[in-house]
């Protein structure tokens, strides 16, 4: 009896149940707090649905799928489906959004040197719009198509600002780089200001300058002295990559500023797809997965962020930082948990630095609970969490203790490049518990890109959790057929 009852109170802590959690949306739509919401909680904006749908989509019995009205009311025929998680929270705590970016240059910024070569491009997006070269690019930016799901916990305050701000953070990030990003044949500058590799030379030094030993001659006084250092060479992508993560780390802070004068409840993982200059990037924080399909064969662009995927990641932090365990938990991992008993004995574990186990002779601050216990889908970060990336949970402790447990969750995707093509779509069926976002353009190579939070048939090989695509797109004229 008391073993069923340590398992049930397991499962309750395991997966943040947060009973009331819907409770923000009743009442004031407070739940629990004086402050007001930062945003009031709906579905998806795209949907378009009423106030009476909204409540309808969370009918716990009935669970009806949620799709688009309108086949063309998304750019590239992107498909949508969601559905309740049953018993889980009185609403639907997941977001997702859709929108076409503008991105204007900074006010401001530094000029890059002028491409003499560009050329208009043909266009990659619906009605011709965005992606070619106009003449009067100087003044609308550069266009780019933007897509992302927050799968929330704990509440949906975060995933509601995050659907709804995370797409802003993203277009600042990169209003600094339009000019760089534009001419694409010049790679970009160390220093902003300084004359881009490749760059022709602003003079010529002159053969009767030369011979009277003038300012910039060899070996005269003006000559600057010659560099032994070697410049790294940085490609365009990993500007729109590091514009992403440094995204996501502001939204991350947002929330943490805001959370004192609003009602941002609970956190979410991030999940973004975007499209810019004829490139496809992914960006993932969390347990959430995006995929390629590609002649019937699964690419992953993203892989999940787990208690152990991260084990060492987490584990590094608590042995230097020991003070965030509060002295209730160890950072040693052991094969079950350790008894009074065994004190003195060898027993299996494994710390931050190893991939294998070893033998230790268990002390007394190996009693304490573990920083990570479980396995699988049941493995849970200081028995309260089974996610370590996303957004907001600033305000997440353990469990009648007054250890937070935000130090350990990271809100930076990690980054990764791919090659390849998008084209044509294949069928994406709505997945329990879940939001699915499918948008694909049609080309030769007939490949898929789909977006969707677990579960999802696990792939072999996995790559990281920020990506890279080069794609030649084609336009979407229509609803694609599959």
Not at 185 to 201: D, H, K, N, Q, S
Not at 245 to 270: H, P, V, W
Request: charged content about 20%; aromatic content about 6%; overall charge neutral.
């Amino acid at each position: 009896m008391l073993t069923r009852v340590k398992s049930a109170v397991a499962n309750f802590m395991g997966g943040i149940m947060a009973g009331s959690s819907g409770s923000e949306h009743s009442g004031g739509g407070c739940g629990g707090s004086d402050l007001p919401l930062r945003f009031p909680y709906g579905r998806p904006e795209f949907l378009g649905l009423s106030q009476d749908e909204v409540e309808c989509s969370a009918d716990h019995i009935a669970r009806p799928i949620l799709i688009l009205k309108e086949t063309r009311r998304l750019p590239w025929a992107t498909g949508y489906a969601e559905v309740i998680n049953a018993g889980k929270s009185t609403h639907n705590e997941d977001q997702a959004s859709c929108e076409v970016l503008t991105v204007k240059k900074k006010a401001g910024t530094i000029a890059s040197t002028p491409n003499r070569n560009s050329t208009k491009r043909r266009s990659s997006l619906p009605n011709g719009e965005g992606l070619q070269l106009k003449e009067n690019a100087e003044s609308e930016g550069v266009c780019c198509h933007y897509w992302s799901l927050f799968d929330g916990h704990a509440g949906s305050g975060a995933a509601v600002v995050a659907s709804r701000l995370l797409q802003h953070h993203v277009a600042e990030q990169l209003r600094e780089l339009v000019e760089i990003l534009r001419n694409s044949a010049v790679l970009p500058p160390a220093c902003l200001g300084e004359e881009p590799e490749g760059a022709p030379a602003s003079r010529a030094l002159t053969r009767a300058a030369s011979l009277r030993g003038g300012v910039g001659a060899p070996g005269s006084p003006g000559t600057p002295p010659t560099r032994f250092f070697t410049e790294k060479k940085i490609p365009h992508e990993c500007l729109v990559i590091g514009a992403l993560e440094s995204a996501f780390k502001e939204m991350d802070l947002q929330i943490e500023r805001e959370r004192s004068s609003y009602n941002i409840s609970g956190g979410c993982t991030a999940l973004i797809v975007i499209c810019l200059l004829g490139k496809l990037y992914v960006a993932n924080a969390g347990d959430s997965r995006a995929i390629i399909v590609r002649n019937g064969e699964i690419i992953p662009m993203s892989s999940e962020f787990t208690p152990e995927t991260e084990r060492q990641r987490l584990q590094y932090l608590a042995f230097m930082q020991p003070h965030l365990l509060g002295n209730e938990f160890t950072h040693l991992e052991f094969p079950r948990r350790v008894q009074r008993k065994e004190l003195g004995k060898k027993m299996l574990y494994r710390d931050f630095n190893m991939t294998g186990w070893a033998y230790k002779t268990i002390e007394d601050d190996d009693l304490k609970f573990p920083l990570i216990y479980g396995e699988g889908k049941k493995a849970r970060v200081m028995a309260t969490i089974g996610v370590t990336r996303g957004l907001g949970d600033h305000d997440l402790k353990v469990h009648d203790s007054n250890i937070y447990i935000k130090p350990f969750l990271s809100s930076a995707p990690e980054s990764s490049r791919e090659e390849g093509r998008i084209c044509e779509p294949k069928a994406l069926g709505p997945r329990p518990s879940a939001s699915a976002l499918q948008f694909a353009q049609p080309s030769p190579a007939h490949t898929s890109c789909c977006t969707a939070q677990a579960p999802w048939p696990r792939p072999e090989a996995q790559t990281s959790r920020c990506s890279v695509l080069d794609a030649p797109f084609w336009p979407v004229t229509g609803p694609q057929q599959s």
